[in-house]
């Protein structure tokens, strides 16, 4: 079946650091990749999607001189958060796509990302 | 633009009364794809129903909805309410097939004993 795996699954950073985080997809190829970040008490937000053979692409309020994303291949995507403060704490999910036109996602279990 | 209404934030409910937890959509897209995701304490959101067919009833794990285009809705239901059933319900649409999913707000769903 269908996983993607999230690591890791749990992080503490210094404010003003920087945290890294990947996702796997195993068992499909993920043509595109979605990374959504939870704040406490909040809806989930789109940060950007990443498809391959196209340009990532930052929803507003996101950018990628903040948030730096890989997808060097159709099995790994990657994050970073950097100069994190307490806002971008958080459950950052990782959503992969098998195909193109298809609209169901698959979701790793996310990285909580906690900011001192 | 594109969204999704969960008009309930809070739904509170005793065990063994039916559960309807509403969910109002805003596309221009014809063909939109809905979606309920369900989320415990401290875990990611796991896909509960899915639907693009217009008027067809979707159902797993005792909950159903069905899509109305008509009505731009896909209101999530179940007949007997669990202790079990206590968690967070996203509504999210997925405008086109190529879109990401936009989520709604979140319904907390508490059901006491």
């Known amino acids: 079946g269908a996983l993607v795996y999230q690591y890791p699954r749990r992080t503490i950073c210094k404010s003003g650091t920087s945290m890294r985080m990947e996702c796997q997809a195993v068992g499909f190829q993920a043509t595109s990749v979605a990374w959504y970040r939870q704040s406490p008490q909040k809806t989930f937000e789109l940060i950007a999607l990443?498809?391959?053979?196209?340009?990532?692409?930052?929803e507003q309020n996101f950018t990628q001189e903040k948030f730096p994303i890989s997808h060097p291949n159709l099995s790994f995507s990657s994050m970073t958060v950097l100069n994190a403060y307490l806002e971008d704490r958080g459950l950052y999910l990782c959503g992969a796509r098998a195909q193109v036109n298809y609209a169901e996602q698959f979701f790793g279990p996310g990285t909580r990302l906690t900011v001192l | 633009g594109d969204s999704v209404t969960q008009t309930e934030g809070l739904v509170t409910l005793t065990e063994g009364l039916p559960v309807m937890l509403n969910c109002t959509y805003q596309?221009?897209?014809?063909?939109?794809?809905l979606f309920w995701y369900v989320q415990h304490l401290n875990e990611s959101p796991r896909l509960l129903l899915k639907?693009?067919?217009d008027n067809k009833r979707t159902e797993h794990q005792g909950f159903h909805a069905t899509l109305h285009k008509s009505s731009s809705s896909f209101h999530l239901q179940k007949s007997s309410a669990q202790l079990s059933d206590s968690a967070l319900y996203y509504c999210?649409?997925?405008?086109?097939?190529?879109?990401?999913?936009?989520w709604g707000s979140g319904t907390k769903l508490i059901i006491k004993p």
């Open positions: 596309t221009i897209y014809s063909n939109p794809f």
């Open positions: 999210a649409l997925s405008p086109d097939s190529n879109y990401q999913l936009i």
């Open positions: 639907s693009f067919t």
């Open positions: 990443s498809t391959v053979n196209s340009a990532i692409k930052y």
